[in-house]
């Protein structure tokens, strides 16, 4: 992470070696260090509370939809089991309604039936008592067997073609089965079921030289692939390398670059402080000679004293506002 300049320049917290003293005018390598890993935990810090603050503000958001789509749910149940309530409700209502309607079906019928079975009680009453009356036994009795000789002889003039039909079946299945076996006879000659063998023989030597030959060109096209695939790993390793490589080298070249420049930054600092230094040197001896002049017209010389007496001096003794000589400048008293 590349740091800026600006922030070399905050206050040092505590621990860090307190405040730099007056005459420290530049920066040690240590501390300019020691103040771009400040401000990198700096901001690594700021980064995680952003970090941490998304992340809550996430699972706020996420119990908040939560919460929402369970009262969502909750009401959607609450309508559904009321609808399903009154639907339950209709249907018992329409039940009742229907077994009614049944019931009072089911009892019309009862009554009905009722009243069948008592005509019916009454016809058969009627009719076993008109049997009664015409009974003619005797009658029924020749009747009846005239029938059964006539069915009896229907009976085995059918049996007798069923016995034509089953015979006939018999022998047509007969010669059947014996057109089937010597048509297998025939199909399983030894002379047949060689050539057969031999046919299903050639069949799977074939399709096993096929297949054998399409594993070879698998196994050509496998080995090419991965050979490919090798080629291919090589050079993304060389290219992984050398980006590697290159990463280190501007690193490097990082360094080296922070270094001159922390270099450059104690050097412009060091000749801040000479020039600071010469400014104020030749400040001082400035003030020195002004404090020195203001002295020396602040008070008469004796060589002064005999000249203030006459008239043409008079209005100098009063106002001595000449400037001084650089030889009284040197020779006046410092206070």
Known sequence: MRQTPARISEAPKEGDGGPRSADKEFTTKAEYNRALLRQEKWQTAEGVRADGKVGEDIIKERKHKHTAQGLSRQQAAAAQMKKASESLEAH???????????????????????????????????LKESVKAENKTAESVKEHAAKKKAVAAQTRADDEAKEKAVEQFKEKQLTA????????RAETDDKVVDTAKRYFYEQR???AVETKAQQQEWEKERAAAKEKHHEAQQKRRIKSKSARSAGTKSRQELVTERQAAAS??????RALSESHKARMQ???????????????NSFVQPSDALEASSPANSMYSLTNIRPPSPERSADSPER
């Open 177 to 184: 089965a014996k057109e089937q076996a010597a048509k297998i």
């Open 205 to 207: 030597l074939k399709s």
């Open 282 to 296: 030749e400040e001082y001896q400035l003030k020195s000679a002004t404090v020195k002049g203001v002295i020396a």
């Open 264 to 269: 450059t930054l104690r050097e412009a600092k």
């Open 92 to 126: 018992r209502a329409q039940n009742l309604s229907l077994g009614r309607a049944v019931y009072e079906e089911v009892a019309g019928w009862r009554v009905g039936a009722k009243a069948t079975k008592e005509q019916w009680t009454s016809y058969v009453k009627e």
